[in-house]
């Protein structure tokens, strides 16, 4: 523990919790504590860990964290390793114990000066052996302790499975978007660094395609929110139709898609864009309940392709402006940057 | 004026690099692996290394490891420059002795900020 005065584990402790709260992580103990070693500064590798990552725009998730936990919190010693060492020393001075009576009861015929001595050492000897007998039997108490613990949380185990899938579910939760189903707009971070970090590695192609329904605040006015909503599933599940393999679609805004085409030249990009609006727009349609006019629901959508040591913000904003130029020019088609 | 060694296997990012590091006016030389780098400090050694991780025949990893190894000699400012973002390869590098470390894809902002941790040339 840190022996700092009151007042300044105080406030490490309020930075901890605000840290936890700004990157949106759960504030249970070993979050906390990885964050109270930041703000303390008594951990410089940690401190210097987070500090690159954070520089470096990467999430500190609750994956992240735990990473973080395992690697500077994880225990000093096994209990195991205690009690083999302790039984070793023992073993050893059981020998010399062995080849020192051997030495004396050899000896006898030579002097009680020597025999003496030795009976000295030998007590001192015999009191070690006792204390080293003595350390073994309570490390092997704990060893027993922690197996019989071991037993039981084995027989827990149905209850830690559940808690894991709700963990799993938790974190799926964070990347998904609940009405869709598709990636969210962390997830697409996410992957838009992975990929980027590749293809200016691999000196591959990267596209990404901004797609935007048309007209969508009519939509939610005239039919209702509802149907809003069954509108951006039915365009979520057609753009994750539309793609292959590697490409990533995620709900980047309210009613803006984001599609991230690895190893995609901005030709083949703007073929994929087509290929969307002309499925959209066949197939969209929102039934006729009022005289409003019906149309096709359509959309617009904006390509651009990744420039190696481009700011990752800049592609985004060409693939917006190309999108933006799409509306301008009257929706429902497609523009590159 | 200072010198910058740029190691990476990758031609793109060489060349990315090399633009965004000659604009800071550092002299810029290339190696794309381990083993020539080293041989490259052996004949100068540069003032900064912007390290890869993952090569083919040396890593950079056991590059660094070499490198920090030399008792003499100039002590060169070593920034790890790779798309490996997680806990364990950020540690690995600290620890092995990297100064600094960049999550690939780089941009001018993010290199010149790590290079301003250099202090003034």
């Not at chain 1, 992957?191 to 605040?217: C, P, R, W, Y």
């Not at chain 1, 009022?290 to 990744?306: E, F, K, Q």
């Amino acid at each position: 523990m840190y022996s700092n005065g009151a007042e300044r584990v105080g406030s490490q402790a309020e930075a901890a919790m605000a840290s936890m709260q700004a990157h949106g992580v759960l504030p249970i103990p070993s979050n906390f504590s990885v964050w109270y070693a930041y703000h303390s500064g008594h951990n410089s590798d940690l401190t210097r860990a987070i500090d690159i990552l954070v520089s470096n725009r990467c999430p500190i998730d609750d994956r992240t964290l735990d990473d973080l936990h395992a690697k500077f919190f994880g225990p000093p010693f096994s209990e195991k390793s205690l009690c083999d060492k302790t039984i070793r020393a023992r073993d050893t001075l059981r020998t010399v114990l062995a080849l020192v009576e051997k030495a004396r009861t050899d000896a006898d015929g030579i002097g009680v000066a020597i025999n003496d001595i030795s009976s000295q050492f030998l007590a001192n000897v015999k009191s070690l052996a006792d204390l080293i007998d003595s350390l073994v039997e309570e490390t092997s108490r704990i060893v027993g302790r922690s197996e019989r613990l071991g037993l039981d949380l084995k027989q827990s185990s149905d209850k830690i499975d559940a808690l894991e899938r709700t963990l799993e579910d938790l974190r799926r939760e964070a990347t998904t978007d609940a009405l869709t189903g598709i990636a969210n707009r962390r997830y697409f971070d996410m992957v838009l660094q992975t990929m980027s970090g590749e293809a200016m590695n691999s000196g591959d192609d990267l596209s990404l395609l901004l797609i935007d329904i048309d007209h969508f605040k009519k939509v939610n006015d005239t039919w209702g929110h509802a149907t809003g909503d069954t509108v951006i599933q039915f365009v979520a599940s057609t753009l994750a139709q539309s793609v292959k393999g590697q490409d990533c679609v995620a709900r980047y805004g309210g009613e803006e898609f984001a599609v991230i085409l690895p190893a995609t030249s901005i030709d083949a990009a703007m073929r994929v864009g087509e290929n969307i609006r002309t499925a959209l727009s066949r197939r969209l349609y929102v039934p006729r309940h009022l005289d409003d006019a019906v149309g096709a629901v359509t959309v617009s959508i904006g390509v651009a392709c990744y420039e190696p040591g481009e700011p990752l913000a800049e592609w985004i904003q060409r693939a917006d402006a190309a999108l933006y130029e799409a509306k301008k020019t009257g929706r429902d088609r497609v523009i590159s940057a | 004026m200072r010198t910058c060694l740029i190691v990476d296997d990758s031609r793109v990012v060489r060349s990315v690099a090399r633009r965004f590091i000659e604009a800071m006016g550092f002299a810029v030389e290339e190696a794309d692996d381990g083993q020539p780098a080293v041989s490259a400090c052996d004949q100068r050694m540069p003032d900064v290394i912007l390290l890869d991780w993952n090569m083919p025949v040396m890593t950079g990893i056991e590059f660094l490891r070499h490198l920090r190894a030399r008792e003499e000699g100039k002590k060169p400012f070593v920034i790890m420059c790779t798309t490996e973002k997680d806990v364990d390869h950020i540690h690995e590098a600290i620890t092995a002795g990297a100064n600094e470390y960049i999550v690939k894809p780089f941009d001018q902002p993010t290199l010149s900020a790590k290079f301003g941790k250099l202090g003034p040339g």
